[in-house]
């Protein structure tokens, strides 16, 4: 059976080659997720550009990790629960913090409703309760930051299916895979 590998750089195109410098420069290494990734520079660039901007209006960059974490525990998405984890980290947040997002326990009261509103999409494919939506609307949220995080669920859930499908290796510290 045939399996996909992290590519070398003579193994993918010019553009992603480009791509993958720009990367580099940017956080100092490349992820195996977007090395793999750059098999199709097309998705490459359209992933890069997503990360970029979904829920940038919206979210902290600490709300878009509770988000990305939760997502990734429902989805069992073993490298993006390690990468998620160092950049929550880097981020401000404890172990324990970022293992209460994926366990959708966050004592932060905010934190909690967007992390389970997430998990709750994810898990009824599009479906949340109205008791959870009006929950996210008075913590203040807005309709356009009900858009954004479904566009932050459709960006991570995209590299969590690759990262499964792929079997990319993980190249972050790795943190154990316990199902919520």
Not at 25 to 31: E, R, W
Not at 104 to 128: C, F, W, Y
Not at 140 to 161: C, P, R
């Amino acid at each position: 059976m045939k399996t996909i590998t992290v590519p070398t750089i003579n193994e993918v195109n010019n553009d992603s080659k480009q791509i993958f410098d720009s990367i580099k420069k940017q956080i100092g290494m490349l992820p195996n997720v977007y090395a793999v990734t750059g098999y199709s520079s097309e998705s490459l660039a359209l992933h890069i550009n997503m990360t970029n901007k979904a829920g940038k209006g919206s979210f902290s960059n600490k709300e878009l990790e509770a988000i990305k974490l939760a997502v990734s525990q429902v989805n069992g998405c073993h490298y993006c629960l390690s990468a998620h984890t160092a950049i929550a980290k880097m981020n401000g947040f404890t172990d324990e913090e970022a293992l209460s997002f994926r366990q959708l326990t966050s004592n932060n009261s905010k934190l909690n409703v967007l992390t389970r509103l997430a998990a709750e999409i994810v898990t009824n494919r599009g479906r949340a309760s109205e008791e959870l939506l009006e929950e996210f609307y008075n913590l203040g949220y807005s309709e356009k930051a009900l858009v954004d995080l479904v566009l932050v669920i459709t960006d991570i859930t995209f590299t969590n299916y690759l990262n499964e499908v792929a079997k990319v290796p993980i190249d972050f510290p790795k943190v154990e895979l316990e199902l919520i």
